[in-house]
């Protein structure tokens, strides 16, 4: 049997490959590079430390993420990321309840705001590399009642910044700035950087049937 979390990325060795992470966006984008891998997510401290920026949060978290669940599977490469929303300096993490959602939205309305991604990828024999993507996000104006018609889809639960732009949050978006799938919340750019990092460059996988 094939073991699905296996990939090869080099033409000598298979790699194991962990999700450190339950998000099914993380996992599509995965799926669509054509990289196997279980799942396995992380429980950690999410809170914000006095004077940490939004870049050493983002990473910092990440970073321990993938410590964690490094732990549970030696010999494994264990992937893990965190995103949150970024206006005027301010944090913007999940929203408590739906009150939350519909007044962090009202703040970005017609305006821009900066998503920030941490990625950490912990080696099988120890050790991780992490890094940091940045995506500018702009929204087009809108009022109260369009974001509270928003929040009632319940998509921005769960969500940094309360809205989902791979989702319907994408209609509050006029444009990005940088790569569209640091917003999603796993940069393809910084996870192929952090593979040639540590001596695996992806490689193009073949077509399904060929």
């Known amino acids: 049997m094939t073991d699905r979390s296996r990939w090869c990325l080099n033409d000598e060795v298979s790699m194991r490959l962990v999700l450190a992470s339950a998000s099914p966006r993380r996992t599509a984008i995965l799926d669509t590079l054509g990289l196997p891998h279980e799942v396995d997510p992380a429980d950690v401290d999410e809170s914000l430390r006095p004077g940490e920026s939004a870049e050493q949060y983002v990473k910092r978290l990440a970073e321990a993420k993938a410590a964690v669940v490094a732990g549970r599977h030696v010999g494994a490469f264990v992937l893990a990321g965190d995103t949150t929303v970024v206006r005027d300096d301010e944090i913007l993490g999940k929203p408590a309840d739906d009150d939350e959602a519909v007044a962090m939205l009202c703040s970005l309305a017609g305006r821009q705001h900066r998503v920030l991604s941490g990625l950490a990828l912990a080696m099988p024999g120890g050790g ?3 890094r ?11 009022d109260a009642s369009l974001a509270r018609a928003y929040v009632a889809t319940g998509e921005p639960v769960g969500k940094a910044g309360a809205y989902a732009i791979q ?13 569209y799938s640091t917003v999603v919340g796993l940069s393809i750019a910084g996870l192929v950087a952090l593979l040639e990092a540590v001596g695996q460059p992806y490689r193009f996988q073949g077509a399904a049937g060929a």
């Open 132 to 142: 940091v993507d940045e995506a500018r996000v702009f929204f087009r104006s809108f």
């Open 167 to 179: 989702g319907q949050g994408g209609a509050l978006v006029t444009r990005v700035e940088g790569d």
């Open 128 to 130: 991780i590399h992490a």
